[in-house]
């Protein structure tokens, strides 16, 4: 029985968490992406949101306050410290 859900993403997905398509983690993936459509949604945006960022960090300087707000955004606050 083929899977409901998008098993490119489920695959590209694992790739980015560096797991095998065929280990735990992403059988879990699958399983979400299964019983969670917008799951699929919010990972879309998501990485549609990063890849803007980096086109924009790229090409210029991003003040400070937009560039506090994506992360506070994205939940990734944490991350932000970091760099």
């Known amino acids: 029985m ?3 859900h ?12 560096g797991a095998d398509i ?13 019983s969670c459509p917008e799951c699929k ?3 879309d945006t998501m990485q ?10 790229d090409d210029c300087d991003l ?3 937009v560039s506090e707000r994506l992360f506070k955004v ?4 944490e991350l932000k ?3």
């Open 2 to 4: 083929k899977p409901k």
């Open 48 to 57: 549609r949101s990063v890849k803007l960022y980096r086109v924009v960090e």
């Open 22 to 34: 065929g280990s735990e983690l992403c059988q879990e993936v699958g399983s979400l992406l299964e």
């Open 6 to 17: 998008n098993v490119e993403l489920q695959k590209k997905i694992c790739l980015d968490f």
């Open 41 to 43: 949604v919010y990972y």
């Open 63 to 65: 003040p400070e306050p």
């Open 81 to 83: 410290k970091d760099v």
């Open 74 to 77: 994205l939940n990734l606050d």
